[in-house]
């Protein structure tokens, strides 16, 4: 017998069994039909493994009430004539997207199988892609955050004013030179432009005795891109003043100088010997126009000699000096955090006397602003510190002043160090102060640290020798 009449009379023995049950006769599919209309089991219906012992010819809903039993005694009589049944290729391992010509039925369970294994590995994978991606995002977000904490928590750092321990100090400036300005006393070069300015007064004003009773000063400017406008009278430099700047290791700025003769030591051999950079307007090409006259007041010529501020940057960058500071001579005060009393006795008026031959200098403390105040340069000049150092001097005769035939009486200062006198927050206390490999060194009486308060300072240098005096005006009341 061919194999095909084999499965038709196995067809047929199926089909009476069919019949010999209650069940009315149904039409029989085709197996285009089959394949066509088939669809996933649903949850309640046998397992995998299962279904694969089951061949259900027939899916229709009332053969599927069919018991177990009844199918499987047809099980081998089914696969053995299956299994002798001509294929197309390995029918196994094939998926026809169009029902096969000889109407022969196929393996429809193994299909579901795997269309079932391909939904869930791929179902599979893209779980897999999500939860590697949110891990990552996840990652990421604890990331930023983290380094936005770490931003957000860092502390700001501050800058301070060198010379006056004030902060808000340009960051451009820290570590920069300071530069010393000679700048002239006499009652004709009063009041002095520049000394009161309101947003850039120098931060340390040093004055002292030069010759004749005449006192003069020198103005300390840390940052020397902040200068005012303009500032003067602008007059010569002297030995004292050149060797107290060095302590600061500043940039020397004068117009002119005194000159070495016979037994004095003038300025001009101080920068020589000492290697000072200094800006002399009489020697200076000054292309950048750093300095001027101001005949505004009707004054001699000697009394209108200026600065402007804003050239000087240029002028240093012309000069060619060094710009950043020389840790080991450039002296660092200390400076209180906050404003404190710098002693236990009360001064609320101080007058100093640089010499015998000086008038005295006065300042009025202030509650108002906390500082003090002297108007004898003709307008308001304000000080948080009074520094009063007490230095030896001697006075120096030149002959022949300027070929005059008369002599010029010069006093010099021999900073040996000495005591002195801080006067601060109304209270007043006594120092002594000494130089110390090229700085200035300030100590209380009992050799503990003396803090300034943070703000602009006056120093007094006045003669120990010659009959420099000091006054605390509160005390003597």
Known sequence: MSNQNEIDDILNELKRKRESGNNPPQPQKKAEDFFYSFTPPKKEESTISEKSQIFNIDFDNNQKK???????????????????????????????????????????KKIAVIAVAAVLVVAIIASVIFAVAKSRNKEEETTTTTTTTEVSTEAAVQVFNPLTGESAYNENAVGKRPVACVVENAYAARPQWGIDDSSAA??????????????????????????????????????????????????FIHWGQSESRDNYVGADAVFETDDVDHINQMAFSDSVGLF?????????????????????????????????????????????????????????????????????????????????????????????????????????????????????????????????????????TDITWTVSDGTLVIKGTDGSEVKLNPGKTWIGYASSNNGGTDTNHTSAE
Not at 202 to 221: A, C, K, N, Q, S
Not at 297 to 307: A, D, K, M, N, P
Request: net charge negative.
């Open 66 to 108: 069919k018991t177990e039993k009844n199918l499987n005694n047809n099980f081998d009589l089914i696969n053995d004539s299956f299994n002798k049944a001509p294929r197309r290729g390995n029918i196994q391992n094939e998926i026809f997207t169009s029902p096969p010509d000889d109407g022969a039925p196929k393996n429809k």
């Open 202 to 251: 120098p931060d340390i004003i040093l004055e002292g005795e030069v010759e004749g009773g005449e006192t003069r000063m020198l103005w300390f400017y840390a940052d020397y891109t902040a200068l005012p406008d303009q500032i003067g009278p602008v007059r010569s430099a002297r030995p004292p003043y050149i060797k107290f700047s060095e302590l600061f290791d500043s940039i």
């Open 292 to 428: 001027g006259r101001d005949s505004s007041r009707g004054v001699s010529s000697e009394h209108t000699g200026v600065l402007y501020g804003d050239a000087l940057e240029a002028a240093i960058k012309e000069a060619g000096f060094r710009t950043d500071i020389e840790e080991s001579s450039f002296t660092q005060f200390s400076f209180n955090e906050e404003a404190a009393a710098v002693g236990t006795e009360s001064c609320m008026s101080f007058s100093l006397a640089f010499s015998k031959n000086t008038k005295t200098r006065d300042w009025t403390y202030s509650e108002d602003d906390k500082m003090y105040h002297c108007s004898d340069y003709l307008t308001d000049v304000a000080r948080t510190n009074l520094l009063v150092l007490y230095d030896e001097t001697e006075y120096i005769s030149k002959a022949n002043y300027k070929g005059t035939g008369n002599a010029e009486i010069y006093c010099d200062y021999k900073l040996s160090g000495g005591n002195g006198k801080l006067v601060s927050l109304g209270t007043i």
